[in-house]
Each structure stands twice: as structure tokens, then as C-alpha cells.
């Protein structure tokens, strides 16, 4: 069962832009974490965000966590054409043993 | 560090045949698993292995075993292939647990299987 569902599935901007993709979920969870994945690559970890934090940030990036939503939000400032690739949140539930849930992911594609 | 290595980067088989997708880490991690990511579907958890020796199944199980050969290696066997195994496999691994949270998970570069 998927646990994250990401929006939008794709979003195209322009270089300079800023890009915001959003993650729901369903369960209580110990920490959320983001992936980048460029085209017939592995994943990249990004960012960890843990339950009782609200934002974090490291570079570009900036990750919020709302728990009485169940959703998180990833930013990514000042796009560059190396930030196309997908997005995807993972989730880490209570009493799942770690095992991470991951969303279906956003493409994103920045023209230069 | 070569990180996390997986083997072969590509495989075509016939309906029936058997594999086995090799996977391994030099990072010293604890954990490891097998996923398949399939076009809109996101990434599904086939095993994971919490420390060697022990094995567990994950969403999607079904048609496929492994073996966490030691710590450093984790194998996923196609026992009779089938068509809907057809899918990209990416093994990984975490760091060691500390205050009951897992950390992040390192990707291997993936495995592109066609059965035909």
C-alpha cells in the first residue's frame, strides 16, 4: 500500500524559479525523508526531516512538516537545469521496523 | 567507497528462467533491502534484511527470495520468472539504528530486468 502520495506528478519551470513539490500521508510516522532520482539513476538522499520538527533546511532546500496534516513540503530555491530529476517523499511509520513507504514522486524539469 | 554496488546493470530473461540480482555495500550498514520501481508506481519493498542472518518480507514478495549472504551482501533470486517481474530492482542499505530511528537509505544504481 502506498503511504505517500506526491503532488504535482510533474512540474516544469524555468531556471531561477523556485519549485515546490508536497507529499501526504496517511500513518504516524518517526521521520519523513526526501529522494532525488535523475533519469536511470539510484536514489539520492536529500533531506530527513524528524516528527517533532516543523522545517529544515540544508543549501537550496527547504522541508517542512505539518503531523496534524500529515503532509510535508519540499522547496527548492533559485532552480538550476541539474535540479531535473524526481522527488520523492518516504515516509518512516510507528511499528514498521524502519521499513521506509515511499510516494510515487514528482518529475521536475527545469529549462534553462 | 564504491558505496552500493549491484549486479547485472541489465538482464533479459524468458518466462521461467531464474536469476539471482546481486547486491553489496562497503559502508558497513546493518540493514539492506531489494525494492522494484515501476512506472507510476513508486518504489515497493520486495525484502529487507534488518541485520545479517535475518530476513523479512515486504510489501510485494511474492515470486522472489533472498539470502544476507554476510553483512556485507544481499542476493535476490528469481526462482521462475514472469513477465510481471519486469521492473527496475534497486538494492540498499542504512546505517546502523540509533535511538530506535532508521537513517537514511544508500541506492545501489539499479538493475533493468525485461522478462519476456
Known amino acids: 500500500s502506498q503511504q505517500g502520495e506526491e503532488d504535482p506528478q510533474a512540474l516544469s519551470i524555468q531556471e531561477g524559479e523556485n519549485a515546490t513539490m508536497n507529499c501526504s500521508y496517511k500513518t504516524s510516522i518517526n521521520n519523513l525523508q526526501w529522494y532525488r532520482q535523475n533519469s536511470g539513476r539510484g536514489l539520492v538522499h536529500l533531506i530527513l526531516?524528524?516528527?517533532?520538527?516543523r522545517e529544515k533546511h540544508s543549501g537550496r532546500l527547504r522541508v517542512t512538516l505539518d503531523t496534524s496534516k500529515k503532509s510535508s513540503s519540499l522547496l527548492i530555491t533559485a532552480s538550476r537545469a541539474a535540479d531535473t530529476a524526481s522527488y520523492f517523499c518516504?515516509?518512516?511509520?510507528?511499528?514498521?521496523?524502519?521499513?521506509?513507504?515511499f510516494g510515487q514522486g514528482t518529475e521536475l524539469s527545469v529549462k534553462p | 567507497n564504491a558505496g552500493v554496488t549491484q549486479t547485472p546493470k541489465f538482464q533479459v530473461l524468458k518466462t521461467g528462467q531464474s536469476m539471482t540480482l546481486q547486491c553489496a555495500q562497503d559502508m558497513n550498514h546493518n540493514s539492506m533491502y531489494w525494492y522494484r520501481q515501476d512506472p507510476g508506481m513508486g518504489l515497493r519493498l520486495i525484502y529487507y534484511s534488518a541485520s545479517e542472518g535475518t530476513t523479512d518480507k515486504g510489501e510485494v514478495p511474492n515470486g522472489y527470495n533472498v539470502s544476507r549472504l554476510n553483512k556485507r551482501e544481499f542476493s535476490l533470486r528469481l526462482e521462475s520468472a514472469a513477465p510481471s517481474q519486469t521492473s527496475v530492482y534497486f538494492c540498499a542499505s542504512s546505517p546502523p539504528l540509533a535511538t530506535s530511528r532508521y537513517y537514511e537509505q544508500y541506492f545501489g544504481p539499479g538493475t533493468r530486468l525485461t522478462v519476456t
Open positions: 518516504a515516509t518512516d511509520p510507528y511499528n514498521q521496523g524502519g521499513k521506509l513507504i
Open positions: 526531516i524528524r516528527s517533532n520538527e
